[in-house]
C-alpha cells in the first residue's frame, strides 16, 4: 500500500525530546516500512526515517530559534501534500483539524486521527462543519464529547517491542514522566511519594504556557529529599528511569485521550497507578498490570502495594500495545475508508458517555 503519512512540524519524527504524537508516527511510519508498505513521511527536515521524507521545514519549529510565524510552515505542508496526493492509496493526518479546509481538493482517500483532547467549545463549531470526515480515535473516551464526528475506528497507540527493556526487579522509587501542567498534577504524585516515605523522581518538561504554574505552584513542592527533579529526558534514557521505577504515578486530572506514558511503562515492566480519568481504564487493568483509583488515600494504598507481577505488565504491552499491532489496526482502518464512498456515513457506532469536562485553559490544548 502506498501510505503518505502527515506529521505535525513542532517536532521532528521521532522527536528529540517530547512529543507524544510525532512519536507515534515515527513508530508507525517504521512498522509499515518493516511490514513491506511504500510510506512517504511529511515532517520537519531534521526527521529520521527509513520511509521518503518529504522535509516541509529545516528543522523542527520548537527547536528552530529563527521560527515566528508556525503556521506559514504548516500551510506549506497541506499544498506539498494536496500537489502529490496521486502517488498514494491513502493519505494519513495527525495534524488535528489544519487540513480540513482543504480536503475538499483531495481525490485520494484520506483519515485523521485525533492525537488531542476534543471537548474544548472552540472546537465544537469546527468539526461540526466537517462532521463527515473520516477520523480515528486514540481511546473511546476520547469521542465522548463528538460522539457525532465520523468515527471509523479506534486504534491504541503502540510502541516496538525491542524499544523499551524488560526489568523484572522494581527499583526503590517511584517516577513521574510527562510535562508539567495543571491537568497531570505533579503534585499528587509528589503527595503520594511523601505519604510513603519513598523518593520520586520527575522527568518532565515544562511548555512555555505553564512556566508561572511550575514557579508559583510545582517549584516549591521540589525543595523536598525524597524529590528528585530531573527535567526533561530523551527517548534513550527512558526505559532505564521508568524500569527502575517501582511504578508509574499517573495521578492526572483531565480526560486524557490515550497517555503513551503508561505503555512505555509497562513495556518496562512498572506497573501504573492512574487517576480514573480518560482513557485510563481502556489501557491500564486494576489489580493486574496496575491500579486505578480516585483519591489520594487510594492512591497512597495502590503505590505502597506489592501485588503486581511485572510480567503481567510486559504481557499486557505486548498484546496489547505493540506498534505491529497498531499498525494492522491502521491498515484495517485505511482498507475501510479507502472502500467508504466520498462523504459516507460512520461505519462503525459506539456507545458514548455523556459528559463533557470543561477545559480549565481554552487556549491550551496539548497533546497526548
Known sequence: MRIAQVAPLYESVPPKYYGGTERVVSYLTEEFVRQGHEVTLFASGDSETSARLVPVSHRSLRL?????????HHVKLLEDVVRRQDEFDIIHFHIGYLHFPVTERLRTPHVSTQHGRLDLPDLMGLYSTFRS?????????????MPWLNWVSTVYHGLPEDAYTFHESPGDYFAFLGRISPEKRVDRAIEIAKNLGVPIKIAAKVDALDVDYFETTIYPL???????????????????????????????????????????????????????????????????????????????????????????????????????????????????????????????????????????????????
Not at 470526515?133 to 464529547?145: C, K, Y
Not at 527512558?238 to 517501582?246: C, M, N, P, Q, Y
Open 133 to 145: 470526515l473520516p477520523n480515528t480515535s486514540i481511546s473511546d473516551d476520547q469521542r465522548r464529547a
Open 222 to 368: 521540589l525543595d523536598h529529599p525524597l524529590v528528585d527533579f530531573i527535567g526533561e529526558i530523551g527517548e534513550g534514557e527512558k526505559s532505564e528511569f521508568l524500569g527502575h521505577a517501582g511504578a508509574l504515578l499517573f495521578p492526572i486530572d483531565w480526560p486524557e485521550p490515550f497517555g503513551l506514558v503508561m505503555i512505555e511503562s509497562l513495556a518496562c515492566g512498572t506497573p501504573v497507578v492512574a487517576y480514573r480519568q480518560g482513557s485510563v481504564p481502556e489501557v491500564i487493568t486494576h489489580g493486574h498490570d496496575g491500579f486505578i483509583v480516585t483519591n489520594i488515600a487510594d492512591a497512597v494504598e495502590a503505590a505502597g502495594s506489592t501485588t503486581i507481577d511485572r510480567r503481567n505488565c510486559r504481557k499486557t504491552f505486548e498484546d496489547r500495545f505493540s506498534a505491529r499491532k497498531m499498525a494492522e489496526g491502521y491498515v484495517a482502518t485505511y482498507e475501510r475508508v479507502i472502500s467508504m464512498p466520498p462523504q459516507a456515513p460512520a461505519i462503525e457506532v459506539r456507545p458514548e458517555a455523556a459528559a463533557v469536562t470543561t477545559w480549565r485553559d481554552p487556549e491550551m490544548v496539548p497533546e497526548d
Open 64 to 72: 528552530d530559534k529563527h521560527c515566528v510565524d508556525v503556521v506559514a
